[in-house]
């Protein structure tokens, strides 16, 4: 580190206050002053986090320049710098920094000489959130590999497909994910992560052939793969996204800067927590989605920041966990903080240390800001936009700001983010104009692996990743969506391509013609929906063809209602089926229907 940074002082971002709702619009100028004052400060020649540049795409681009160069080294600088603060809390487990630091010193000391992992060589992990998945995540980082992180929600289909597409040297996978690898007839390497133990115990698997916290462990460097997440496009087939250590490294920080930057401000304001108490987290998100993975999981080493861990959403155990572990910080998709405002309960709870209620991965309707706010009038609801192929960084609406603009993501994310609205043909838009949203920086991932043809569609050639997303940024430099060019369902979070479900439901031997759609859900915001056509003397019907769906694709991707049809669905002039008329069609019946009911 080129910088001696006081970590301990790292605090969670957008907490604290009672500002009145009616102030919010004449304060948002003021913060975002506020947040800019400070950031130029921190990323000054002599601030905590100088900048200097990467030369890539024939341009230098800006990082940060006392990150440590690699997740290897991040890992060992802070585990060692917090030591005996309490790191991972899950049931009756509960892991020191340096208790986990060495824990994972030891797993990846068995994943080299027992296993014979070598850089660059892709280990798979498919299994819930626990302690135990944290510390085999480092380990295999440590040990060279890269972190494959396969969607634990998926079907075994679903999971053998991940892990082939890769080429996965190894599988880490907990007991009722490698069931479903086993029912597959996978023939590649397993081993089992126990939960709800000590890592002696649950990663027992990965030193049992020998390793120990003596073997040499390789030097690595920002050029290393790092990971691999899997994202699903409008293609329909998974692709895996791989990022270097430099990107997934330089994304934390990013993350870091911005969570620095408020902090400075509450510290001006007088509403900065106090420094001797320990920030914590609420892990409900999943670890192997990038908001799971970067803004909450690695952002936490360098604030000392303890995480306690929820391997199922319950809302009632969420403010029992909040109150018990003095969690300070929330993040979930956007119906978990609305049920915890919304809760008849929430009064018997001690919910006060929580001053920050996060959401991300969908967007949030713009009157549960409002209701947030009011319900817990001592936090602050705030949003992040980011992608899995950006490291999750792009956009933050933070406190005030977000609830004079509640239908934004906020404004671009400093100092890494370069964000364009750009028209088909890749040349930026003038403010206001709609296009497709687009993001540059250094901790953009490399590529999708082994689709070279779907990163040259991705990236432009000069360094642009096109998010699929359009929108517009208004006069205060703050984006807003306005819809999406690709065909996504985004359920609670997880995104779900249409044409993969078509092609699911094409694969039955009765069905004539089906498209997927979205529908709106108060709870998810979305969910999915079809529509088919059966073969002439097929003995189909929407049961049946869920009950078909089940055995090949994830339970979150199942359309939640099917229409059957008795006549050939509405073409357009090209021949294809006229997905937005039927969307609005079915939209229309299904508000009614909710409505009803």
Not at 38 to 59: E, H, I, K, N, S
Not at 93 to 113: M, W
Not at 152 to 168: I, Q
Not at 548 to 563: N, R, S, T
């Amino acid at each position: 580190m080129q910088k001696d940074m006081d970590v301990r002082r790292f605090r969670d971002a957008g907490c604290g206050g009672t500002l009145p709702l009616e102030m919010v619009s004449t304060m948002k100028t003021e913060l975002d002053l506020a947040l800019s004052r400070v950031m130029d400060g921190l990323v000054a020649p002599d601030g905590m986090l100088p900048l200097g540049t990467y030369r890539q795409f024939d341009r230098d681009l800006p990082m940060i320049a006392s990150a440590p160069p690699s997740l290897a080294h991040y890992f060992a600088h802070f585990c060692a710098l917090h030591g005996d603060r309490d790191f991972l809390v899950d049931g009756d487990v509960r892991l020191t920094f340096a208790q986990a630091y060495a824990a994972a010193r030891v797993a990846a000391g068995g994943l080299v000489d027992g296993h014979g992992i070598q850089r660059g060589d892709r280990v798979g992990m498919a299994a819930r959130n626990s302690a135990n998945w944290v510390v085999a995540y480092m380990a295999v980082l440590m040990a060279g590999g890269v972190a494959t992180l396969l969607n634990g929600w998926w079907s075994g289909e679903e999971l053998v497909g991940g892990a082939d597409l890769v080429d996965c040297r190894l599988v880490l996978a907990d007991r009722q994910r490698a069931e479903r690898f086993a029912a597959q007839g996978y023939g590649g390497q397993i081993l089992l992560i126990e939960h709800d133990c000590a890592p002696d115990k649950g990663l027992v698997a990965l030193t049992a052939k020998g390793g120990d916290d003596r073997v040499n462990l390789p030097l690595l460097s920002g050029d290393d793969i790092a990971t691999v997440l899997f994202t699903s496009g409008s293609t329909g087939t998974s692709k895996g996204a791989w990022s270097n250590h430099r990107g997934v490294v330089q994304g934390t920080f990013n993350y870091l800067a911005q969570t620095l930057a408020v902090l400075g401000v509450l510290t001006a304001r007088g509403e900065a927590p106090d420094p001797a108490s320990q920030p914590c987290a609420l892990v409900n998100v999943p670890l192997f989605h990038v908001t799971g993975e970067v803004p909450v999981l690695l952002q936490s080493f360098a604030m000392a920041r303890k995480l306690v861990m929820m391997p199922k959403w319950d809302v009632v155990r969420a403010m029992e966990l909040i109150e018990r572990e003095r969690v300070t910080y929330f993040v979930g998709v956007p119906l978990m903080s609305f049920e915890i405002a919304t809760h008849p309960d929430r009064n018997t709870f001690d919910l006060s240390s929580c001053v920050t209620f996060a959401a991300g991965g969908a967007p949030r309707p713009i009157e549960h800001v409002d209701r947030i706010r009011r319900e817990l009038p001592h936090a602050f609801p705030v949003l992040g936009y980011g992608l899995t192929e950006t490291n999750g960084i792009g956009c933050g609406n933070f406190n005030e700001n977000y609830l004079a603009k509640p239908g934004s993501t906020g404004a671009p994310s400093r100092p890494l983010v370069d964000m364009a609205i750009l028209d088909e043909d890749g040349r930026g838009l003038p403010q206001g104009d709609v296009g497709e949203v687009s993001i540059r920086s250094v901790a953009n991932f490399i590529g999708y692996w082994d689709n070279p043809g779907a990163t040259r569609a991705a990236i432009t050639p000069d360094g642009y990743f096109r998010t699929g997303d359009l929108g517009y940024i208004d006069e205060d430099g703050y984006l807003f969506i306005v819809d999406r060019k690709k065909d996504i369902i985004i359920r609670g979070g997880e995104n779900i391509s249409c044409i993969e479900v078509e092609s699911a439901i094409y694969n039955h031997p009765g069905i004539a013609e089906a498209s997927v759609f979205g529908l709106t859900d108060e709870l998810y915001g979305e969910v999915p929906a079809a529509v088919f056509l059966a073969k002439s003397g097929a003995a189909l019907d929407a049961e049946a063809l869920r009950a078909f769906l089940g055995e090949h694709i994830a339970a979150f991707k199942i359309p939640v209602q099917v229409w059957q049809v008795n006549e050939p669905l509405p073409r357009l002039g090209t021949e294809k089926i006229d997905k937005r008329a039927l969307r609005e069609k079915y939209r229309r019946e299904w508000a009614e229907t909710v409505k009803v009911s």
